[in-house]
């Protein structure tokens, strides 16, 4: 099979995630003030809307920034100079976490877990207490390894070790394909972006906290949160806000609700379960196979060549599937199944695998994985 002679491009990387054309319509709105009234109430709607991901005992925020910005606001207003952090790295954005409490002057002790794996509640909450650490920074989905964490079970074993810890969640392409419960859990800080679960344009982060979280008295400006939630509890934002991108967003929840949030968790879970045996069928690896995220499938395939694989199907078919970083490069394919997309998003994604690899001799593939997938799909929906 050479190039295709209609290209049709689609987004398989882990963010951003392909935006529904409702949602990208909403967007083109150039006709609106920030400071109005309607705007205001899109806003607060769009507040409202995200508080079912989170379950928290306030309404998140939306800042005008990429998920980093969030993480940044989580350790300039929650954390003070000096102070003791434990983070989790068990990838590219568990580094993330490190690296911006050393910037930020926090005694940061580093648990590394080798990518692709998950740290145990025991482990952390070891780490946490060696330290004698007053937070906890962790991802609840390693996007870079395809893991998904046990936060919940590490939540509250190490809330038990150490009862007054804060404990930051980066749920950035967690929520939506995973569900969350932050005050059940024990969670102070989470996370999100606008770009992943969310189906989204990129241009807004999201960050819920508990109400009875101490602010720190660092210095902090632009992510003050403080102004930001005087601000925002009449659905007004400090500063400019991307405006267009949160019209996309009150259309992309709306829609989502419009499934209801267990549906679209429980979709996640289904996606995730079909594209696996996809990946076994045609004879792959899974990697993190041991605590499979349902947002993305890692694929273990060093002698495959993933990133010559990876270059074929985006000439040949438009689709852009995410490679390995770091170690990882040339040993994994990653293949989104994350936001507003449906169950041929998946069966598409594993029929350009096989065509590439029936190109490289592999033939007997063609079709294994796809009929895998559309089997796991028909008995999800067979027994409810
Ligand atoms: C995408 C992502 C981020 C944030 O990335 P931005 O480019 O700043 O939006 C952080 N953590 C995880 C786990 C992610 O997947």
Known sequence: MSKDPVIDPRLYCPGPTPIPLDVQIASLNGSIYHRSAPFQEITQNCRKLLAPFFNGDQLPLIL??????????????????????VAVNAGKFGERWTKLCKRFLCETLELQVPWGKVPSPADVAAAVTKHNATALCIQANETSTGAVLPVEAIAKEVRQAKPDIKIFVDAISYLVAHPMKMTEWGIDVVVAGSQKGFGTPAGLAFIAYQAKLPFSDRPRFYFDLQTEAKNQIEGKTAWTPAIQTILGLEAALKRIHSVGVEAITKHHANLANACRAGVKALGLKLF????????????????????????????DFGFVIAGGQDDLKGKILRLSHLGLVSRFHVLDGLAAIEFALAQRGRKDVLGTGVAAAMRAFHDACATP
Do not use: H, Y
């Open 64 to 85: 005008t920034a990429s998920g980093t910005g969030a993480m940044e606001a989580a350790i300039a207003n929650f954390t003070s100079a000096g102070e003791k952090v």
């Open 288 to 315: 993190a196979a041991e605590s499979p995220s349902n947002a993305l499938t890692a694929i273990e395939m060093p002698d495959l060549d993933p990133e010559g694989l990876r270059k074929q199907i985006a000439t």
